[in-house]
């Protein structure tokens, strides 16, 4: 049996970490697997020694809008099949998904929307999700497991941020999104971390302007959920609050398979 290191990391602007020299410890750690999320470059942005990693294979996909959005996949194992986006224009064109099949799961890395900026987005945001979930259970009805990481933009229960009674009307921690969550577990999605660690105070992005990730004044946002069949084949989850170089930090899993 094989045991797979897989992390997630949105890294807010890929060429502002390679400015940073923040990847060193991913060249130390060498995962198996890298999902990373708002690289905001296309490809041809992107400096070639993040592009091109010896024992890697690397994957791609960007926003139509420059400097926006995008999400990239480091794979050690090279993928049976890599689709960008879930075959909806209006959600593709943001670069915001990179679905890999591997021989045992799917791996779904995705950068949520964020619902913030307005009721436009935060109505684009919950159309998103929806178009997602449908997608992947059609995907899974075909006895497929499946593994879906990434930034979602919502915590998802009150342990999952520093402040929830503050936040209960903010895009993020609204009913609405917190309740689409709900429905992944009813689904039989399972939020690995808790499977391991119910401790509060375990969050995943920080408020920049405030300081925040000092006193530890977070939310948990960034996730790894994984579909029931493979609950025995998770053997840890974890969040990695010491690599800096983002607002966010990088969250991770161990898979035995």
């Known amino acids: 049996m094989k045991t797979l290191t897989l992390l997630s990391w949105?890294?807010?602007?890929?060429r502002a970490i390679a400015r940073k020299d923040a990847f060193g410890w991913f060249h130390e750690q060498k995962p198996d697997i890298l999902c990373i999320q708002e690289t905001k470059a296309q490809e041809d942005q992107i400096p070639r020694d993040f592009r091109e990693i010896d024992g890697y294979h690397t994957y791609f996909s960007a926003a139509e809008r420059k400097g926006y959005s995008g999400v990239g996949l480091y794979t050690k194992e090279e993928p049976r099949d890599v689709k960008h986006g879930f075959g909806i224009n209006e959600f593709d064109s943001?670069?915001?998904?990179?679905?890999?099949?591997?021989?045992?799961?799917?791996l779904?890395?995705?950068?949520?929307?964020?619902?913030?900026?307005?009721?436009?987005?935060?109505?684009y945001?919950?159309?998103?999700?929806?178009?997602?979930?449908?997608?992947?259970e059609k995907r899974r009805k075909k006895d497929?497991?499946?593994?879906?990481?990434?930034?979602?933009?919502t915590a998802h229960?009150?342990?999952?941020?520093a402040h929830p009674k503050e936040n209960e009307k903010v895009s993020g921690f609204l009913p609405e999104e917190r309740a689409w969550i709900d429905k992944l577990v009813q689904q039989g999605y399972l939020d690995t971390l808790r499977m391991f660690n119910q401790e509060p105070g375990q969050?995943?992005?920080?408020?920049?302007?405030?300081?925040?990730?000092?006193?530890?004044?977070?939310?948990?946002i960034d996730y790894f959920l994984v579909s029931a069949g493979l609950e025995q084949n998770v053997k840890n989850a974890?969040?990695?609050?010491?690599?800096?170089g983002s607002d966010h930090c990088p969250v991770g899993i161990e898979l035995a398979l």
């Open 94 to 106: 943001e670069g915001r998904t990179i679905i890999a099949e591997y021989e045992k799961f799917i």
């Open 125 to 136: 945001k919950m159309a998103f999700y929806d178009a997602f979930l449908n997608h992947i």
């Open 238 to 244: 974890f969040i990695m609050p010491e690599i800096m």
């Open 203 to 220: 969050y995943s992005w920080w408020d920049l302007k405030s300081r925040a990730r000092e006193r530890n004044v977070g939310w948990r």
């Open 157 to 161: 229960k009150e342990i999952d941020l």
């Open 10 to 14: 949105n890294v807010n602007g890929i």
């Open 144 to 153: 497929t497991e499946i593994i879906i990481c990434g930034d979602v933009n």
């Open 108 to 123: 779904c890395n995705i950068y949520f929307p964020n619902g913030k900026a307005s009721k436009e987005r935060l109505a």
